[in-house]
């Protein structure tokens, strides 16, 4: 496992629209083992593997953004209120640190609430950057700010902020250095914008117009507490997809994934999330229809500033995708 | 274009009755407004106008402007044994509105009243509740249903019929969303030829679900576009300081994110420093809040930049909305100068 540059990758900035910092290093990282790179219209990053001619067009899908806020006003006393970037929950804010693209932190906390009611509604929330009144806010009304936790290693445990989905970046940057001889065209997509509704790859699929899509994504797992009931445990091998909220797997890429699990010797789940979906459900749809399916890293905490996965899956999942695509 | 012109088309264009899904008296308004400005114009599958305005060959570029000319309103669904009209709403309508309004029914604009029964009928708590629409109807003097049927058939839009005047240093007057967008995009077309081809849409169906612009996005395939509205302006004194959402008087609205798309960020810092440049007044809107034709433009094809610039107005999808022509103003020419100052190589570099 490269620590090194796991740690670069979640540390990184790229709430969802913002991604361009995430893009330069992910670049950096890609640029020379592609054929070619090219950034598009909404900044989605394709890094392409030329093949022999013999294969087929694959996309290979992980998401550059993470969640993140977004300030809606400054108010006298300098305190700011925020709407959320893709899936925030209120109880997950409270005492988190959010750091902005100028460095600026702050912190999310309560204002007093005369209900009583468990969870606050995110109007109720602000965000102190420790100003004395509104001139001397650093930060204005749409500057975006991700939350602000390390990644930590722990036995075979990985907990981050941002492992959604920047440990499907790790994978497809360590992938396309292992599938350099495969016969396929692959594309390598850091697509946009998913946590907002799945907009950078529906825009990308597009201008590929791939035979095969394959996201590389994280889910949730059912091995927590009172968890609901979810097959899915961390530490049991990557998760192929049979079905999300979003879409239906196509059976051929299920099996294709399923089939390379076992060549590469690697253990698997299969996956049915009841709520949440992927990139491949946008490219699923995309033009004629594109065969989709994904590959899943079971992960703990999902949308919260600490996400847990386990750093065994991470190795089998990329076993799994060089099987897959050899 | 002046300032009294430009009034005078938001004002003609705020009058003409098009709610959603039935544009034609705003594509029949818009034509002798176009005439002789662009080089071509045609009417698509779903109504959208697009016209080509040539530029002057100095550019490649492919630039998409749109304003939407469809409105909140209403539609007759059923009829009463007593010739009333049952109706129901076409895009966002507030129902605490609608009581005892004036209004226009179908295509010969026959006037109609929302009625409700009168205040010695209603006790003091009925009269502190909103009435929801399907509890309202329209009276259009009909004697009785078949009459009903025969002058306001299923199906017939019914509209606010507000006219519009000047109030004060304000205009007021209906569908100023986006009434507002579209005279700054006839203002613009009206201009001379921009380095490329600009293509300006006029789109429908925006208010139930960006549909025209979809299509619209689809067959114009630009590399970037600009959409122009009249938005949310709630600057009126609030208890609680977490707002505005825009302010009149203070110029575009630039859209950073809403629940429809996330602006571009170098086409949103392109044009607030040549805003900042030029000494052209702007403002953000409050993000998270609502959606335009951008949404459904950045996603078609490969994807496309885009910039929502809008007019603030207040009490929009209300009967009556007022704005401030110096902000009308100020959006055509900062929309104006962001087209005029982009490049093929900017768009390379992002
Ligand atoms: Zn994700
Ligand atoms: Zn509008």
Redesign the pocket.
Known sequence: MNLGLLTQLTQAFGPSGYEDKVRALIQEHVAPWADELRTDPLGNLIAYHRGNGKGQKIVLAAHMDEIGVMVSHVDKEGYLRFTRIGGVYPLHCIGSRVRFADGTHGVIYLEHREDTSPSPKLTQLYIDVGATNKDDVPVSVGAPAVFVRPLVQQGERLISKALDDRIGCYILIELLQQVQDSPHDLYFLFSTQEEVGLRGARTAAFSINPDMAIAVDVTITGDTPKALPMAVTLGDGPAIKVQDSGMIAHPKVRQLLVDAARKAKVPYQLEVLRGGTTDAAAMQLTRAGIPSGALSIPCRYIHSPSEMVDSEDVANAIKLLAAALA | MKHERLVDILQSLSNVMSTSGDESEMRRALRPLLAGQVDELRVDSLGNLITLKKGTGESQLRVLVTA?IDEVGMMVVDHTPDGALKVQAVGGIDDRLLPGLNVCVGKEQLPGVIGIKAIHHSSSRERLKAIPLKELSVDIGAENRKEAQRLAPVGTRVTFSTQAHPLGELIAGKAF??RA?CTALVALLHEEPFPFDLYGVFTVQ??VGLRGARVAGYAVAPAVAFVL???IADDLPKKEDVGPTSQIGQGPVLTVMDRSYISAPWLLRYTVQLAEKLGIPYQFKQPGI?G??AGAIHLTRGGVPSLTL?VPCRY?HGPISLLKPADLEATITLTSAALRHLTAEQLANN
């Open positions: 939407h969303d986006d967008g925006e208010e509205e009249g938005t609502g335009t034709d809008a929009i």
